[in-house]
């Protein structure tokens, strides 16, 4: 996992962003589609990966499962076993093999991961520890930034915001805005205040990093906001019933 990002440092108000629902594309768009795409949980054992400040844990303990949550953030881990009990939280990073797989073979019948395998700095072997935490023909659930909207041009001049993808084509010369077909790494001041690193790649990367770790496809989306942000705030509404920011992906061991 990248680690230029300093989680520690925010931890705390992103703890009370998701508590108030502050955080419009999270409350409105990405945790309802992640949360529809989760199977019963009755008695399965689930690992959250990349869990923050343990508010997707409660809710897949409440849906009836043993819920382990790892996060690289010392802080976010700090302030979940404070506030989420009955919880496993480890201080853990995606990124460090040893670590990863000392949670166990088949431990897991599902692996719920929101906003956070874009952060891996090596996706094909994550997907590999992964797969290997998980009981046969378990479920990986995870949500990343779409490239619609991260691989595009962002420009800001007297405060007016243009994010483009896209060309100007004219007198034999082209103006390209943005890079959607490149895996690649870049800084992004998120909406709530700090700046983190992310990889962006097509979706059609994910796809063959899926298949070439044996995955199976069951379900892919790219949501858009539920009815009631509408009364939230109905700018918001109108740009993301329109164009993307994030997509879903459930896919399933194959044996």
Excluded at 15 to 30: C, K, P, T, W
Excluded at 72 to 100: E, T
Excluded at 138 to 156: D, N, Q, T
């Amino acid at each position: 996992m990248s680690s230029s990002n300093n989680y520690d440092s925010f931890a705390k108000q992103r703890a009370q962003d998701f508590a108030s629902g502050s955080n419009l594309v999270h409350a409105y768009i990405e945790k309802p589609a992640m949360y529809a795409l989760v199977p019963p949980l009755e008695g399965k054992s689930v690992l959250c990966v990349g869990c923050g400040t343990g508010e997707e844990c409660s809710e897949l303990k409440e849906r009836g499962a043993k819920v382990t949550g790892i996060d690289i953030s010392k802080a976010s881990i700090d302030y979940a076993i404070q506030h989420v009990p009955a919880v496993n939280f480890q201080v853990m990073d995606i990124d460090s093999s040893d670590n990863l797989l000392s949670l166990g073979k088949h431990q897991f019948d599902l692996i719920y991961s929101s906003l956070t395998l874009h952060y891996s700095n090596n996706l094909d072997i994550l997907l590999r520890n992964l797969r290997h935490l998980l009981t046969p023909g378990g479920l990986l659930l995870f949500s990343v930034g779409h490239p619609i909207r991260w691989a595009a041009k962002v420009e800001e001049k007297e405060d007016v915001k243009s994010v483009v993808l896209g060309y100007k084509q004219g007198q034999g010369e082209t103006e390209i805005f943005g890079d959607y077909l490149s895996t690649r790494q870049f800084r992004q001041k998120l909406s709530d205040g700090p700046e983190v690193t992310y990889w962006m790649r097509p979706i059609s990367a994910y796809l063959e990093l899926l298949k070439k770790n044996r995955y199976e496809l069951i379900e892919f989306k790219e949501p858009s906001p539920i009815d009631s942000a509408r009364q939230v705030d109905e700018n918001f509404w109108n740009l993301r019933s329109m164009l993307p920011v994030d997509m879903v992906f459930l896919v399933r061991v194959q044996d």
